[in-house]
C-alpha cells in the first residue's frame, strides 16, 4: 500500500482487529438493535450538534461583527495569528519574541558554513509577485531555503500567472492556496493582501501591497533600528522623501507609535504623509517639515527614500523632487556622529554612493537583515515554538 503524507498503513495485526470488532456480536447489535446506552448516545451526538450549531451561528452574527468593530486587525489579533497583513496586528511583546528568534538565527547565519536547518523541510512557501522585487522575494525565499523547506512561485504574476487571461486574484488564491503551506504577496493595489487572506486556507503574508503596507519590511526596519541606534522609544526617527505613497514608511510610523517613538517628516507638499494617517497617529502639523536641514540636527535615525514614480500619475511629480530632498556634503556634515540612516531600498539619487562608506550608513546592513528576521517570521507562522 502506498504511504501517504506520512501516514502509516495499517498492519497485518491491526486488520484483523478491525475485522474482528466489527464482526463481534456485541459491535453488529450496535448496528442493527439499537439498546438504551445507543439512545443516550444519539442524543448526546444530537446536543453535540445543537450546540454547535448555535456557536456557529452565534460567531458569525454576534462574536465576529463585535470582534471587527472593536477593531481587530484583518488578519487576527497577534496571539493567533494566520496572516501578516498589517502591522497594526503585532504587539510589542510579540516583536520582542521574533526579534529573539532572529537574533538567534543572525547569528547562526554568521557562523563558518552558515546556517543548516531542516525546521521547515516539510513546508513549502509560494512566492506571488505581481510587482517587482529584489530584497523582500529574494530574502523570503533565502529565509524559506535556509530552514529547509522549499519554494515555488512566480517573481511576475502579473505576465506569468494566468492573470494574463483576466483570472481574479481571488480565484488564484483560492486555487493555489492548496500547493503550500503559506503564500507571500505582492501586489500593486493596496487591500490585495486582505483580499486573498479571505479566500486563503494557508496564510498570506503581505510582501507590499500598493500603496498601502509592507510589514515585514517595517519588522526589519525597526529590527535594525532597535540593533544600531538603540530602544525605539529613545529614538528620534526623521523620514524623507515621498512620504505619500511610500508603503513602507506607513508601516514603519505606525509600528513606531506603539514604542512613543518621536516622528518628523520631511517631504514636499504634494508628496506629504497622507491626512488619515496624520490623524491615525495623532500627528501634529508641527512634525512636518519641507526641508531637512532644519530637523536633521535632532535625528537619530534618517529613514530616507526615494519617490514611487510608479504610484502618481504622469507629471504629477516633477523633476527634482527626489534630488531635492537627498543627502548632501554640507547636511552630512550637520548630521549627529551616531546618527543612523536607513533605505527600504531601491535608491535613486537620494542618498549618493560616495556615503556608503560612511560609519552612519546602514541600508545595506538593514537589507542583510531581511534574512533572519523572515526566518524568524516563518518559523513562527509554520512550526511555532512551544510555550
Ligand atoms: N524594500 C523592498 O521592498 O525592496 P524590493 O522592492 O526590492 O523588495
Redesign the pocket.
Known sequence: MERVSGIEPPSSAWKADIISHYTTPACSSFYKERDDSSLICDRMQESVLITSLILFVLFYTVILPVALTWGIPPGGPVSEIQHVISVDQFTPEWIAELFERAKYWKRSLCRPGGVASAVLSSRMMISLFYE??????LSFESAMNRLGGRVIGTEDAEQFSSATKGETLEDTIHVVSGYGDVIVLRHKERGAAVRAAAVSTVPIINA?DGDGE?PT?ALLDLFTIQETAGPPKDQHVVFVGDLNKGR?VHSLARLLSKYGTSMSFVSPEHLAIPEHLCGELGLSSACEYRSLDVVIERATVIYMTRTQNERHHEGQVGAGDGSDYGLTRELVAWMRHDTVVLH???RNSEIPTWFDQDPRAHYIDQAHRGVPLRMALLEMLLNPLPE
Open positions: 517587482p522585487s529584489t530584497r523582500t522575494r507590499g509592507h519590511q513602507t527600504p531600498l531601491p
